[in-house]
């Protein structure tokens, strides 16, 4: 053999091992971008996932928001309608000191008051029911309220709150209790 044709075994050996090599290359470059579009589909079916997960629980949140805001509208609108409706028994009770019973009633709540108090008593009222009360003895000073009377003993030591506007302070939790119960049903 010639050193000619032991160059071509050679050239020939190399390029045999370079074809595969090339094909060797091929299949590894092939290999490799089948398993990397495994990784990205696994890694986009994750992250699909993900998103989904959270747009779901975005959207659960929007919801839960949603629902106590509307609880809030509806609450804001009864505490309208219970205020209203308070309102309206208060404007009856100024209704009520215009009404031909008005000043029976005031004499009854001095009566009243006078009968929790041992001795004389003076009375305290509206300028304008000066003229209603009969038989107890009156304070120079006008009471600014719906109407009633103030009782006080002579020593000024007890006082009773007879005034519309203490009765209506002190049946007002229960006023507001029972509206609320009739708007629940």
Partial sequence: MGLEEVENDIRSEYAERAERLKVETAERIGKLISEADEDG??????????????LESKKKRKMAVARLEAKRVVMRAKEVVVEKAIDAVKQR???FTKS???PKAL???VKAGASKINGD?????????????DGFSLTD???DCI???????SDSQVLVDATLDQMFKDVRPILRQKIIQGLST
Wanted: charged letters at 35%; glycine letters at 4%; aromatic letters at 4%.
């Fill in 93 to 95: 009770l100024v209704d």
């Fill in 141 to 143: 000073e006008d009471l």
């Fill in 147 to 153: 109407g009633g009377a103030i009782v006080t003993s």
């Fill in 107 to 109: 004499n009854r709540y």
């Fill in 100 to 102: 031909p019973e008005y």
């Fill in 121 to 133: 008593v003076r009375v305290t009222v509206r300028k304008k029911d000066r003229k209603l009360i």
């Fill in 41 to 54: 589909i696994n890694l986009l079916k994750k992250t699909e996932a993900e998103v989904s997960e959270l």
